[in-house]
């Protein structure tokens, strides 16, 4: 598990739920608590509908230390509060990182264009002090992380800390299919795409000719039928849930129309068949625009203590600069 490997090298790793049914949820859990007794997360897309209810259950029950959602409303806030836990909301624009705010969450993730997966339209380098400026609990920055070098530029802007996706997604520890980890290393950072045609919202892929040809596309109904019903099965819902799950997704905050999540059964579906099964023919890969500065497979520990380095390198740089600066004056 990346994540557990990312809580024992000093980072706080995030394991992310949304494949997992809620016992098998409960199971990770366990099992990282058994191997680990540093504090670590999971992530929740809350717009699952009852599935999602259930998971943050689990994970309130099982005293997770930090729960991190997206793309919905977190009516958990106080209850994870009363045990000690804490509360990320990740968010793509100031407006929701406000709310988030006002909704009693203890720090925000805040995701720039340059990001894997969903983002809005403004990058990292004037979202970030945008939000800095306008919350006042702790910013965690997304999109575009991979060295020292950011993780300094972003603490410069206003944040407290960086989530690095794609480049721990690179690491020996991760469980991406080796396929994706080697297709990365080739790529270069224009070889992403950004398209709503994936999952029906703007979303940021690694460019291989399946999203390729998947960004042309219309709507993929024979997808997305096959789609909906791999994911029933993975997580083992009822058809009673099932439906209840896309009511759910249409009448949320963030609602998402019948045809969103008819892509999004499609994405789920390919992006599981690319991540994990490592399908170059039928699977899709989701990476950042930093791919094309990420080139090697470090451990997720050598990973981390180079990032550390690097800081601490640019830092003594940096004041070496300003010294003679002001000596120059």
């Given at each position: 598990m990346t994540e557990l490997f990312g809580c024992n090298a000093g980072g706080?790793?995030?394991?992310?739920?949304?494949?997992?049914?809620?016992?098998e949820a409960r199971k990770n859990i366990r099992e990282?608590?058994?191997?680990t007794d540093k504090p670590f997360g999971i992530n929740q897309i809350l717009n699952l509908g009852p599935i999602a209810k259930e998971t943050i259950e689990v994970a309130m029950e099982e005293k997770v230390p930090v729960i991190n959602y997206t793309l919905g409303k977190p009516w958990f806030i106080d209850q994870v509060h009363a045990y000690g836990g804490k509360v990320?909301?990740?968010?793509?624009?100031v407006k929701h990182a406000i709310k988030a705010q006002e909704l009693g969450c203890d720090a925000i993730v805040i995701t720039g264009l340059e990001a894997a997966a969903h983002g809005e339209e403004a990058t990292t380098l004037v979202l970030l002090p945008l939000v800095a400026s306008k919350v006042h609990i702790p910013v965690i920055s997304a999109g575009g992380y991979q060295n020292g070098g950011g993780l300094i530029a972003a603490l410069a802007l206003g944040a407290s800390g960086i989530s690095m996706g794609t480049r721990f997604a690179m690491t020996q520890e991760s469980p991406v299919h080796n396929n994706f980890k080697q297709y990365?290393?080739?790529?270069?950072?224009?070889?992403?795409?950004?398209?709503?045609?994936?999952d029906g919202l703007p979303s940021r892929m690694l460019k291989t000719p399946v999203t390729e040809r998947l960004a042309?596309?219309?709507?993929?109904?024979?997808?997305?039928?096959?789609?909906?019903?791999?994911?029933?099965?993975?997580?083992?819902?009822?058809?009673?849930?099932?439906?209840?799950?896309?009511?759910?997704?249409?009448?949320?905050?963030?609602?998402?129309?019948i045809w969103t999540q008819a892509r999004q059964a499609a994405f789920s579906y390919r992006a599981i068949k690319g991540i994990y099964d490592g399908d170059m023919k039928e699977g899709i890969f989701v990476a950042g625009q930093v791919v094309g500065a990420c080139e090697d497979l470090p451990t997720v520990k050598v990973l981390v203590d180079r990032i550390m380095s690097e800081a601490e390198e640019f830092i003594k740089k940096e004041h070496s600069i300003l010294a003679e600066m002001s000596a120059s004056r």
């Open positions: 706080l790793g995030i394991f992310a739920t949304a494949r997992c049914t809620p016992e990282i608590r058994e191997l990320l909301g990740t968010t793509a624009t990365c290393l080739k790529a270069s950072e224009n070889d992403t795409l950004r398209s709503n045609r994936f042309r596309s219309r709507f993929p109904l024979a997808e997305a039928i096959r789609g909906a019903l791999q994911i029933k099965q993975m997580l083992n819902l009822s058809w009673g849930q099932f439906i209840g799950m896309s009511v759910k997704m249409m009448t949320a905050e963030e609602s998402h129309p």
